[in-house]
């Protein structure tokens, strides 16, 4: 993920329904990302949440929709400020106000008292630990993460890069003196993504050839040895009980070899009976992590791939919310969503009865603008050959138009047909329509408490 390319301090909001901020035992959450050529309506996916007892949620940005489906559900709620709105927001009260506004809302008259007179002084306070280790003015901080941080370093001799031992000291004693959590994002996947040497099976939790012996520790899995690679990075600060969040961790479907159903699942459903056995790790034992987002709730196929293909997949619901496998988080088997509004049955296909060899523009521009990664290389799609190719890109942009008859044209070349053309793992899509259908609910009481969330730390260990 791009995101994870970066070392970037990002402010979170936690709204949470329930008075107080109760203690409880691990909790499996999810993030709900919405960069999509076919939206869900908010209602679908806070059903779809609640029909799975997720209880917890984590946006990237204040999307007043998605807030308002959220508004009443139970659910609590984590919000991204983007990075880029960091610096606005530290350097005026005003634009706080903005954000408030934009943000939350339906919660403005009620709470911006309360809600600013939080943010500003937090926001003075982290500009002022930024402007000693000489970053005041900039906030957003944007430092390339070095993939190899950690590699070959044993959990224990876990610490964060030299160079960022000193923002780090200041971030996590402000996050102490505030009772915040430790937020992290964890993605084996990644690892082995980009390390060919990285033993696979240490990536998944059900057993290991390559056992990671540690002195008197063995670890049998590459998120326990993450895990607590940090919390030795956090007690070589002085913070060896700081409470650890994780932001997302996940494994995606399609778009690499890797990349696949069975992986996902095998990866997911080994993180949630980690997590919910609350054995903790060998550093901390019976101590799980505070709360883990899954990564992701569902596809996005509006984001960017410059992170590889893989980065549209990683849903563990597709983009309409259909359970993409049997995946049990503590509450039965994914359900699906319900009452989805899907476009006709009608599907955009190369037409057999043309010469083709004039197509390749076409299928340059239908991929641009909509979503082929499922065609690439370890994809679900690869092996449907080049009329299939054809017909995958005519009918992924034919979805995105909303199925207007004049996108299936293609100069003649495209033809629109009623029998699916999906092909064994490949589904040819058919579009949801994005109604803005919110179910208003009444709200309760609301409060608003703040985290500062850091996501300073990949670590690629092994
Ligand atoms: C799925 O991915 C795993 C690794 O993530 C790999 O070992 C396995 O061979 C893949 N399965 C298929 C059917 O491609
Ligand atoms: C279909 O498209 C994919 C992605 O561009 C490519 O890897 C594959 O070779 C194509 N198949 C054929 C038969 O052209």
């Known amino acids: 993920m791009e995101r994870l390319h970066f070392y970037s301090i990002v402010l979170v909001v936690v709204v949470s329904l329930s008075a107080a901020a109760e203690v409880a035992e691990s909790a499996i959450g999810v993030n709900w990302g919405t960069i999509s050529l076919h939206r869900l309506s908010p209602k679908n996916v806070v059903d779809l949440m609640k029909d799975n007892k997720i209880e917890k949620v984590k946006l990237f940005d204040a999307d007043p929709d998605s807030l308002k489906a959220l508004m009443g559900s ?67 901080l944007v430092v390339p993460c070095n993939a190899d941080a950690y590699v070959s370093n044993l959990p224990s001799q876990g610490a964060f890069r ?5 923002i780090m000291t200041q971030i996590v004693s402000f996050l102490n003196s505030n009772g915040s959590p430790f937020i992290v994002n964890i993605y084996p996947f990644l690892s082995m993504y980009g390390n060919s040497d990285f033993p696979q099976d240490y990536a998944f939790f059900e057993g290991t050839m390559h056992p990671v012996v540690d002195g008197p520790n063995t670890y049998y899995n590459a998120f326990d040895g993450n895990f607590d690679t940090l919390v030795s990075a956090l007690s070589k600060l002085g913070y060896p009980q700081m409470p650890i969040v994780i932001g997302e961790v996940g494994w995606p479907t399609d778009g690499a070899s890797g990349a696949n159903l069975t992986a996902a ?69 994914l359900k699906n969503a319900k009452e989805v509004k899907y476009l006709p049955s009608r599907w955009c296909v190369a037409n057999p009865n043309r010469d083709l060899s004039t197509v390749a523009n076409h299928f340059k521009l239908a991929c641009n603008y909509a979503d082929c990664t499922t065609l690439s290389y370890g994809g679900s799609c690869n092996d449907i050959g080049e009329k299939g190719n054809i017909s995958y890109a005519f009918n992924s942009y034919y979805q995105v138009q909303k199925q207007n008859p004049k996108s299936c044209e293609f100069d003649g070349l495209g033809m629109i047909t009623m029998l699916d053309p999906s092909i064994g793992d490949c589904r040819f899509l058919v579009g949801v329509t994005d109604e803005k259908s919110l179910g208003f609910r009444s709200d309760g009481g609301w409060s608003v408490f703040l985290l500062v969330a850091c996501w300073a730390f990949r670590v690629i260990f092994m």
């Not at 991204?80 to 403005?108: K, Q, T």
């Not at 309360?114 to 957003?140: C, D, E, I, R, W």
């Not at 030299?162 to 000193?166: D, N, P, R, Y």
């Not at 901390?284 to 992701?296: A, E, I, K, N, T």
Request: glycine share 10%.
């Open 74 to 140: 139970g659910i609590q709620v984590m919000v991204g400020i983007p990075n880029e709105m960091l610096a606005l927001l530290s350097s005026s009260a005003s634009a706080c106000d903005l954000y408030v506004a934009v943000g939350n809302e339906p919660f403005l008259t009620s709470y911006s008292g309360q809600f600013q007179s939080y943010v500003v002084p937090t926001m003075v306070n982290l500009q002022q630990s930024l402007a000693k280790a000489n970053l005041a003015g900039t906030v957003k």
């Open 162 to 166: 030299a160079e960022l031992t000193q």
């Open 265 to 333: 699942r095998v990866f997911n459903q080994g993180l949630v009976k980690n997590v919910l056995s609350n054995k903790g790790t060998p550093l901390r034992p019976g101590v799980p992590p505070m709360d883990v987002y899954l990564f992701s709730l569902l596809d996005e196929g509006a984001k960017s791939t410059l992170p590889g293909n893989f980065e549209r997949h990683w849903g563990i619901f597709s983009f309409d919310g259909l359970a993409k496998y049997r995946l049990n988080l503590g509450n039965g088997y």
